[in-house]
């Protein structure tokens, strides 16, 4: 199983790397759905590298909600395995839960991607179907898991400031990280901030806020304000931004 995994990224760097192990993981893993999510200093930065747009949709659920599998996996540093997403008795991750079995989740499998003791991401496995991974596919996945490594060092030795407000285009590593799906939302975050006068935080969790009451991702909601067709007042109240406003 390792060496067909290994297979799927030969030749291959970064993004494409992460995009072609999430493929293959549905392909010998009898899951629906991967996507690998970057983590630093604790926080999920971007989705780098997914099997296709509704794996990657569903793991920014996480990053919207603030919760999910991928978020318990770094905390705690070992998998974690839902075989059926939405259980009655299972209360974990309300608004994730909602959002992906909406989506058509039914099954998640949080694998986390460690190096020399540090999480540095997570594979996700969705799967449309209820019922728990079988040990092959278990172990096939654990195995992705750490080669998905790879591509992830791929982008942290890149040359990429991450706590810059925004990265110009043309430096090294951007490529890559114009890939993650979050970048927008740092942009976005950084409008909020000279916009309203607030810092980092209220910013980003007014735009969480948004996206949670809308059912939407906060990557959407954060293209909306970065392209300027969503304009955040200070009394926290969304308008549309007049066509003055949209040529300014």
Known sequence: ?????????????????????????????HVDGAAIS???????????GSS?????????FQFTFGEGPCID????GRPVLVAELGHPHDPRWPAFTA??????VRAVFALPTTIAAANIGVLD??????GPLSPDSLAGGLLAADLAALPLLDLMNADVDWEAESVAQGSDGWSELASLQRVEVYQA???LIGQLDIDATEALARLRAYAFAVGRTASEVAWDIVERRLVLDDDARWRRPTSGEQGS
């Open 38 to 48: 970057l983590i630093l200093d604790g926080e999920s930065r971007g989705t780098f």
């Open 99 to 104: 959002a992906a079995v909406a989506d058509g």
């Open 73 to 76: 996996a770094i905390a705690t």
């Open 189 to 191: 975050t950084g409008m």
């Open 125 to 130: 496995l969705f799967c449309t179907e209820r």
């Open 1 to 29: 199983m390792r060496g067909e995994l290994a297979a799927a990224m030969s030749g291959a760097t970064g993004l494409l790397a992460a995009d072609r192990l999430c493929i293959a993981c549905v392909d010998l893993l």
């Open 52 to 60: 296709g747009e509704s794996s990657r949709r569903v793991d920014d």
